[in-house]
């Protein structure tokens, strides 16, 4: 984004892009861990149920880092 272009959303709405940007993407990062948290308590309870063996958290949780991963690297 060049400076007039900044200079005319800043104009129209009262709010600096760049401050916009950074609060859009901390949001969603906020809801990304939020979600991945959600699910790593949903793996640890079915381990404890026993409805999962340790060697399918373990993957779960492999599988699970990996997405967040490239999910936060999109967005960031």
């Given amino acids: 984004m060049n400076p007039a272009m900044r200079d005319a959303f ?3 709405s009262g709010v600096d892009p ?5 609060t859009l993407t901390l949001s969603a990062v906020g809801v990304i861990l939020v979600v991945c948290t ?3 308590v949903q ?3 079915a381990y404890r149920d026993e409805q999962i063996r340790s060697e399918e958290v373990v993957l779960g949780l492999v599988r699970l880092v990996i997405l967040a991963g490239l999910v936060i690297f999109m967005i960031v």
Avoid: A, C, E, Y
């Fill in 43 to 45: 793996l640890i309870d």
């Fill in 10 to 12: 800043r104009t129209g």
């Fill in 38 to 40: 959600w699910i790593v």
């Fill in 18 to 22: 760049l401050n916009l940007k950074l």
